[in-house]
């Protein structure tokens, strides 16, 4: 094999577990963002110290979301990103996340988001999944 092709995703396998998602999804991420796992996001949360962002489908969002979280769907960026700019300020804190470690809306929505002007943003990795079952777990 050569190994110029290793790093390329159409050369290598899909990662096989969380943590190598995790490595996988942290590579598609600017550098200046912070990918999270649980423990953190769910400190963020109980301390109310950032906005979450739910990056998947709307139709997904209605279905269950991290509480108060706002829907900015990755899919319909282009549409609604203007009144975003509009009504949220770049110094704003925001806590990102989609599906889980196999979904790229988040990193994708971060990254668009950091591009124009965000710099206060970290992504959430294990996503609405993870959130859910483990909050399923604590009833």
């Not at 899909?14 to 953190?40: C, G, Q, T």
Request: hydrophobic share 35%; with cysteine.
């Amino acid at each position: 094999m050569n190994a110029k092709r290793v790093d390329q995703s159409f050369f290598s396998l899909p990662p096989s577990n969380d943590d190598e998602k995790f490595l996988s999804a942290r590579k598609e991420l600017n550098k200046e963002i912070s990918l999270v796992k649980f423990e953190v996001a769910e400190k963020i949360f109980n301390e109310n110290s950032k906005i979450f962002l739910d990056a998947r489908h709307t139709e997904e969002y209605e279905k269950g979301h991290i509480e108060d979280a706002i829907s900015l769907p990755q899919n319909a960026i282009d549409k609604l990103l203007p009144e975003f700019l509009q009504k949220y300020d770049f110094k704003l804190p925001f806590l990102i996340y989609c599906g889980g470690l196999d979904c790229a809306a988040s990193i994708q929505l971060a990254n668009t988001l950091y591009e124009r002007g965000y710099r206060n943003l970290e992504v959430y990795g294990g996503g609405w999944q993870e959130w859910h079952k483990r909050h399923q777990e604590k009833k």
